[in-house]
């Protein structure tokens, strides 16, 4: 019998990327579409999060205030429960091979692809005076992110989901091509939680650009803040908590109560049946305050100690950068660019 020469590999973890911008609070949405899940993940694969600051300047933004929303949202996604230890977490422009990939996948993404776009097309409308060319090529910087770090799941909410597929698609032809140089990711998208929407206009999904305050909880608000905004959701004129099509401000607030309680739709109907609405969104109100209480405490204590932010955001650049600069290498080598 042949004598096996070397131990049989352990199975490598399989590698996760996801990022979030840094242009404002982040949301209950956000939080429970994605980064919760990001926290999560931690324990079971090779993770990489990164806080996406050159996607935001695809709208106009305050350099003074970006820079602070983008410390804060550093610190907000290690509150979350990201450990720097365990994950790499760093901050999108201070690794340049994002940009450098981004130009080349651009040779490899066709102008009808970026048309079709519906985030491109809602936020054109948004900002019709400034219809930059960044804006349309945001899914590409958004394929290279996740391209570079060879990812396998990306852990997204739905709203991200079509940029997700173009992402898939560039690594494919881009691998018909010069051969398997990337990974086709996958998307991750959690069962609930994956779309919370607007607590005024509960057929909107949920966003910290929203005019209207009431419409979004971030996760700073504090406890009196969250209990007014669920006391104000938009509900219906029936007064039964149930999951229903038609009732979508209820069946939002089902969704939220849920992902956090982990209650199924049928024992939370069970629990507030015979209740009012009212005391079904204080009781929203405070689980999400409470379950938010912790985030906020650690938020407050990283805030004040800016250098271990600095030592954990330079440590993660470090690292991305080294993985990624290994995609850059052989992709310019597949495509021609002199060593
Ligand atoms: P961003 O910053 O808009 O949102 C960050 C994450 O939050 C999810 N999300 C929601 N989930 C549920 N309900 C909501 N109402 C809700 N609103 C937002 C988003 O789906 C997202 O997962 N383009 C991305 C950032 C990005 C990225 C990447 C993501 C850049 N490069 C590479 C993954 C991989 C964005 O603008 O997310």
Not at 268 to 274: D, P, Q, T, W
């Amino acid at each position: 019998m042949e004598q096996q020469l070397t131990a049989p590999q352990p199975e490598r973890k399989k590698r996760i990327f996801s990022g979030i911008q840094p242009t404002g609070v982040m949301t209950l949405g956000n939080y429970l579409g994605a980064v919760r899940n990001w926290a999560q993940l931690q324990e079971d694969y090779d993770c990489t999060y990164c806080i996406v600051n050159m996607h935001a300047i695809t709208v106009r933004q305050e350099p003074a205030k970006l820079r602070k929303n983008t410390l804060d949202a550093y610190a907000l996604m290690l509150a979350c429960g990201i450990d720097p230890e365990k994950s790499i977490a760093f901050i999108q422009s201070h690794v340049r091979t994002h940009a450098e990939l981004a130009w080349v996948l651009n040779c490899y993404t066709q102008f009808g692809e970026l048309s079709r776009m519906t985030q491109f097309k809602d936020k054109s409308a948004k900002h019709a005076d400034n219809i930059n060319a960044g804006l349309f090529d945001y899914p590409v910087l958004m394929a290279a992110d996740i391209l570079a770090y060879q990812a396998d799941l990306v852990p997204v909410g739905i709203d991200q989901k079509q940029h997700l597929e173009l992402a898939r698609d560039i690594a494919i032809r881009f691998n018909n091509l010069h051969g398997n140089v990337f990974t086709v990711p996958e998307p991750y998208i959690p069962k609930a939680g994956a779309k919370i929407m607007s607590l005024q206009e509960p057929t909107k999904k949920m966003s910290k650009s929203d005019e209207n305050v009431n419409a979004f909880i971030t996760i700073l608000d504090d406890e009196d803040t969250i209990i007014r905004k669920f006391k104000r959701a938009i509900t219906d004129s029936e007064a039964e908590v149930v999951y229903r099509e038609g009732k979508d401000g209820i069946n939002n607030l089902m969704n939220i109560y849920s992902v956090i309680t982990g209650k199924s739709y049928d024992d939370i109907a069970k629990e507030f049946e015979g209740k009012g609405y009212g005391d079904f969104k204080l009781a929203v109100g405070e689980t999400v305050a409470d379950a938010l209480k912790p985030v906020r405490e650690r938020f407050a204590a990283l805030q004040a100690d800016k250098s271990y932010l600095e030592s954990c955001y330079r440590h993660g650049a470090e690292q991305a950068l080294a993985i990624s600069a290994r995609t850059l290498d052989k992709v310019y080598k597949k495509i021609g660019f002199l060593q």
